[in-house]
């Protein structure tokens, strides 16, 4: 694997390696080993979005692989001011061993690989969040011991997260519900996609169709990042879009919730059912650090090094 760009890149041998190898890097850093993976290698982490975990976690990730990890806020670097990303990618790539890039368009991206010469990991785009949904994979898998068969359900907006979990939970074997406003679904390229699993994606209007049977529900902000103009309108246009008690008892019994955070408690997700899935949820994020650590080794070392 040479990027992590978007799950719709990646072969379903490929997602199940990198969520064995989190598993396996999990478990022996719980157990004390120091791995030295990424020893003498530098993470650049250029963030032109908020974040808290995805910062973190890259960080921590790449100190405990042995690695160094720099951030890099666009309102400091000059592309904040203009530079052509094809520059900076140039640039970058004759000092740094990666790239983790959190921005806006998914093209800034995909031009990132295709002119630099090193690897380059989406931390997220308007378009996806593939750290996020491996992460989601990972603890999916640990809680019920496999994706395959499952029910995957996910309610609100058809944004980045919308369009990781249908692909990277198609690709793995599960079946897709998903409820969103007419006026927001997921990205054209995501839905026909789905064409090539046939019975095995639904997409609704009714929360409470796509909730039924469920085994595990999403949900997500109903305004992303850089959408905090269209707040009002969303507030009316996602209504009844939430994660509620009432809809959980649509689902098979023992139905876990994710949600990637940060969270808006009252909107997409009550807070009882948030709380009462808190365990779930904090392992989501804690799985976080485990995928990206995957990711960075199977990007950054060669493969006898694993
Ligand atoms: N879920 C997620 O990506 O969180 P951050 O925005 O805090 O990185
Ligand atoms: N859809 C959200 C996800 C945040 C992790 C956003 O893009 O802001």
Request: overall charge negative.
């Amino acid at each position: 694997m040479k990027h992590l760009l978007k799950l719709l890149d990646l072969s379903k041998e490929e997602i199940t390696e990198l969520l064995d190898l989190a598993d396996r890097l999990k478990a022996e850093t719980k157990a004390g080993v120091e791995h030295h993976i990424l020893k003498g290698k530098t993470l650049g982490m250029i963030f032109e979005k908020s974040s808290t975990r995805t910062r973190v976690s890259f960080e921590t990730g790449m100190y405990q692989l042995g690695g160094h990890a720099l951030f890099l806020s666009s309102r400091d670097l000059q592309i904040g001011r203009g530079e052509p990303v094809e520059d900076t990618a140039r640039v970058l790539s004759r000092y740094l061993d990666g790239i983790m890039i959190r921005t806006f368009a998914q093209e800034e991206v995909e031009t990132l690989a295709r002119v630099g010469s090193i690897p380059i990991i989406n931390g997220l785009t308007d378009f996806c969040h593939p750290c996020q949904v491996l992460a989601d994979l990972q603890t999916v898998r640990e809680y019920k011991g496999r994706i395959e068969g499952l029910n995957m359900c996910y309610i609100g907006d058809g944004n980045n997260m919308a369009n990781s979990l249908i692909v990277g939970f198609l690709k793995m074997g599960a079946h897709v519900s998903i409820a969103c406003p007419k006026a927001y679904q997921p990205d054209a390229q995501v839905l026909s996609f789905t064409e090539q699993y046939p019975g095995k994606f639904v997409m609704t209007e009714s929360p409470e169709e796509a909730a039924k049977d469920a085994d595990v529900i999403f949900t997500d902000v109903w305004a992303s990042m850089g959408q905090e103009e269209e707040k009002a309108v969303r507030e009316k246009a996602f209504r009844g879009y939430q994660i509620n008690a009432e809809l959980l008892a649509k689902a098979h019994l023992g139905c876990m919730v994710q949600h990637c955070l940060p969270a808006h408690r009252g909107e997409e997700i009550t807070a009882d059912v948030f709380e009462s899935h808190a365990d779930q949820i904090f392992d989501e994020a804690e799985n976080r650090l485990h995928a990206q650590k995957a990711v960075m080794v199977a990007v950054m070392a060669d493969k006898k090094d694993w």
